[in-house]
């Protein structure tokens, strides 16, 4: 990116922000940390002195800061429409974790809003700007499988320590919103936006009160294709997705969260045999930074050598985070509610 670099600033040390966001951050040309925020003060100088950062009182004076173009929020789902909505009025480009907001209202809302300032709002969602998934499309679109019949997909975790704020409710939390809506924006990515739900089960923890695994079924009404999503945090690990058509099969491993270093392989099954795709390794949380920071240029004004816009194309666009908090919140009420398992 040439131009002036975006200065970034941090509301919440959140974990994913030490792991993996900011260290990206650091790695990103166009984009620099200076500013950071945390409800523990100490945290927040730790991290700022490891960054060459400065750190602020609270978040408020983060948004009040000149010297930041734009702030990630990686506070819990049930805080992010409250800080998004204020970074937004406050002139900031944002990137928020995911989900945008808990309620499809209040997503649509913060879009206009961004659209209105023409300001930069991107759901984190990293797994979209991995290569292997446009791989992915290209051999559909040049018919490897045919027709496409169904999208099976499935996101699962193992369970997180007693105090994870993945098991409070008042946080937003739940296996839906924390990791059922991969596989929900997999199913966006590979059959489009034109899905209705046709069902859900929800499994609760009696002791929390919260979603703690899940599957759901969606349909495409334009030819009938399915997508069957499968997701929880009480499970071996598992991060994958199957597109199956009407002359083959295709098959992708460690689709939401591979490693920077990780092969990603493609299997295709087709009236040949099963072929395999090798790809180059790539760095989805680095791609993503970066993709931020390009957009954020092209909104300033600034050349970035790709096109900016709204996110069209790349799975972040506004309309693409709409439709997804429409068809979670489809999911959620369409549910039936099963009670069972220990999340531990």
């Known amino acids: 990116m040439t131009g002036r670099t975006v200065r970034l600033g941090l509301l919440g040390a959140a974990d994913i922000a030490v792991r993996r966001i900011l260290p990206a951050v650091s790695r990103a040309p166009g984009i620099t940390l200076t500013a950071v925020a945390s409800r ?40 992010h429409a409250d800080w998004v909505r204020a ?33 930069v709002l991107r759901e984190n969602y990293l797994f979209v700007h991995h290569p292997q998934h446009t791989a992915v499309l290209d051999l559909i679109a040049r018919g490897a499988v045919g027709e496409v019949r169904a999208v099976s997909a499935a996101f699962t975790i193992p369970p997180r320590p007693p105090a994870d704020i993945r098991y409070r409710a008042d946080l937003g939390g739940g296996a839906l ?36 695994a899940g599957a759901a079924l969606l349909c495409r009404d334009t030819d009938g294709a399915t997508a069957q999503l499968t997701f929880g945090m009480d499970h071996r690990y598992t991060s994958r997705y199957e597109v199956l058509g009407s002359t083959g099969r295709l098959r992708l ?26 790809l180059e390794p790539y760095d989805q949380c680095l791609g993503g930074v970066e993709a931020f920071a390009r957009a954020v240029g092209g909104a300033n004004g600034e050349p970035t050598g790709v096109p900016t816009g709204d996110g069209a194309g790349t799975g972040t666009s506004g309309a693409t985070s709409t439709r997804q908090a429409e068809l979670t919140a489809d999911i959620q009420r369409q549910a039936q509610y099963a009670v069972g398992g220990d999340a531990r």
């Not at 924390?178 to 069902?199: I, K």
């Not at 491993?253 to 090798?278: K, N």
């Open 40 to 79: 523990d003060p100490d945290r927040a100088r730790t991290l700022a002195a490891a960054y060459g950062a400065d750190a602020l009182p609270d978040y408020r004076a983060v948004l009040a800061d000149p010297g930041v173009d734009a702030v990630y929020v990686p506070v819990p789902a049930a805080l």
């Open 87 to 119: 970074a937004l009025e406050a002139g900031k480009h944002v990137l928020a974790e995911k989900p945008l907001t808990t309620d499809p209202r209040t997503t649509a809302e913060l879009v206009a809003l961004a659209r209105r300032s023409g300001l």
């Open 177 to 212: 919103l924390d990791v059922g809506v991969y596989p929900l924006r997999a199913a966006q990515l590979l059959l489009g936006p034109r899905l209705r739900v046709a069902g859900a089960v929800l499994r609760t923890d009696p002791g929390r009160g919260v979603d703690v």
């Open 253 to 278: 491993d460690h689709a939401f969260t591979p490693p920077p270093d990780h092969r990603p392989v493609l299997l295709l099954e087709g009236p040949d045999g099963v072929r395999r795709h090798e």
